[in-house]
């Protein structure tokens, strides 16, 4: 009984083992293969993990083309933001240069004013 119980396992893990031993995919070598049939299928097997390579690979490079689009425009927008700063800040810049000059000429006017004499003083020393 127990010779039973352990040629049942061993034939269990040996067809596990068979279950698992599958082919890897990729290119094979069709050439060696004497039939039409076997040669015929690999071919077919060969073209079937290339245009599922290349599927995959368009895939791939889509998504990444994508992803680099929604990049360029959130860039674009922070560039159009930045752009607005810049030109509000030259904007104020201006209109500080503006005052400035303006608080500026009245103040030099005034001193002009009081440094210069009055008419009356200059009409008698011509005199």
């Known amino acids: 009984m127990i010779g039973r119980a352990g040629g049942g396992l061993l034939l269990l893990l040996v067809g596990t083992g068979l279950a698992h031993a599958q082919d890897v995919p990729g290119i094979e070598i069709c050439t060696a293969e004497k039939t039409m049939e076997r040669r015929t299928s690999c071919l077919q097997s060969n073209v ?9 690979l368009a895939l791939d490079h889509q998504q990444k ?3 680099a689009k929604a990049q360029i425009e959130a860039l674009k ?8 700063v810049v030109e509000e800040l030259k904007a104020a810049q201006a209109k500080a240069a503006d005052n400035s000059k303006k608080s500026e000429t009245p103040a ?13 003083a200059t009409k008698e020393s011509g005199k």
């Not at 927008?77 to 607005?84: E, I």
């Open 65 to 67: 083309l994508d992803a």
């Open 48 to 56: 079937e993990f290339l245009q599922k390579s290349i599927a995959k």
């Open 77 to 84: 927008t922070t560039v159009v933001a930045l752009q607005k």
């Open 108 to 120: 030099a006017k005034d001193a002009a004013a009081k440094d210069a004499p009055k008419d009356g």
